[in-house]
């Protein structure tokens, strides 16, 4: 059974600092890439980073870039999301994701796995 676990999230003032986690189990994912995604009520899910499955390569959404830095750490199975300079806008439930394969895709329907999800709330 595979499963993904976030944690992390919270209630932040605009312009803080969160860093989310992505605990994996179930089977090794260091072969495969991993990705963030969020979703603000109303919107559809979104991609905000992934990362390759070695870690070399990262990719971010236009909005996260700069701010946000995606790793992993294959030895634990972890994934994480550092978040700063948070604005209201990233206000939304972040997602982590396993895809079958090692590259990064932005599409959320290429992923298989999903975590159930962390709250993020920045307040302005």
């Known amino acids: 059974q595979v499963q993904l676990v976030e944690s992390g999230g919270g209630l932040v003032q605009a312009g803080g600092s969160l860093r989310l986690s992505c605990a994996a189990s179930?089977?090794?994912?260091?072969?495969?890439?991993m990705g963030w995604f969020r979703q603000a009520p109303g919107k559809e899910r979104e991609f905000v980073g992934g990362?390759?499955?070695?870690?070399?390569?990262?990719q971010y959404a236009d909005s996260v870039k700069g701010r946000f830095t995606i790793s992993r750490d294959n030895a634990e199975n972890t994934l994480y999301l550092q978040m700063n300079s948070l604005k209201p806008e990233d206000t939304a439930v972040y997602y982590c994701?396993?895809?079958?394969?090692?590259?990064?895709?932005?599409?959320?329907?290429?992923?298989?796995?999903w975590g159930q999800g962390t709250q993020v709330t920045v307040s302005s």
């Open positions: 994701a396993v895809r079958g394969g090692v590259m990064i895709r932005m599409r959320y329907e290429e992923y298989d796995y």
């Open positions: 179930g089977r090794t994912f260091s072969s495969y890439a």
């Open positions: 990362i390759s499955w070695s870690g070399d390569l990262t």
